[in-house]
């Protein structure tokens, strides 16, 4: 099937730092997002990209759909102590109504 | 609105046991869906639905039934545990507005088979 590769795995990093994480496809998809889980939580959606090149921002969040239609891209901006968690990509395909995701970055923010 | 809500929170079952993992929504979603999350593996599909009546299987469906009677209710059966379906178990839906692409989830069921 489909896969999705996330990295970093894991990142520690200090408050007030920048944070970058990338995803990559060997197949094309028409939708990426990315979601953050907290500890013991299901997963959140932070950011949905629907067309090649869009570049959509959350607040400290910005993400980009990548040209190729084959990675994305999530960048955090001045880390705060609550960004703490793990950061997953997911990819549609919109024909098979399935999402894939990736293996996740786990982020640790330190003061 | 509650959301996506999950029943039980935490579950224990010896092997060749049954039980059902509950899920409800309230936002009148067309598509509900089921994943399993193991350490190291992402979020992986297990079963989906369109609508009440339709289902479909995901990248990992056996061992796992499903049906969907209602808009609201997508309950998940296993019908003999394995202790390979040990792990944390999440709900999601989401409406054709956002093309299915925009999924809600649940907290989750972590259920421990022995």
């Known amino acids: 099937g489909q896969q999705l590769n996330q990295s970093p795995q894991s990142m520690f990093i200090q408050e007030g730092e920048d944070v970058s994480m990338n995803c990559t496809s060997s197949s094309i998809f028409n939708t990426w997002l990315w979601y953050k889980q907290d500890p013991g939580e299901g997963p959140v959606l932070l950011i949905a990209l629907y067309k090649a090149g869009e570049l959509t921002s959350n607040g400290r969040l910005t993400a980009q759909f990548g040209i190729t239609r084959k990675d994305s891209f999530l960048n955090i901006s001045a880390s705060i102590p609550s960004d703490v968690g793990i950061y997953f990509c997911?990819?549609?395909?919109?024909?098979?109504?399935?999402?894939?995701f990736g293996t996740g970055t786990r982020l640790q923010v330190t003061l | 609105n509650a959301g996506v809500t999950q029943t039980p929170k935490f579950q224990v079952l010896k092997t060749g046991q049954s039980m059902t993992l509950q899920c409800a929504q309230d936002m009148n979603h067309e598509y509900m869906s089921w994943y399993r999350q193991d350490p190291g593996m992402g979020l992986r599909l297990i079963h989906y639905s369109v609508g009440a009546g339709i289902t479909d299987q995901g990248e990992v469906p056996n061992g796992y039934n499903v049906s969907r009677s209602t808009t609201e209710d997508f309950p998940l059966r296993l019908l003999s545990a394995a202790p390979s379906q040990t792990s944390v178990y999440f709900c999601a839906s989401s409406d054709w507005s956002s093309s299915y692409n925009e999924q809600f989830f649940g907290p989750g069921t972590r259920l421990t088979v022995l």
């Open positions: 997911a990819g549609f395909t919109g024909t098979a109504s399935k999402l894939t």
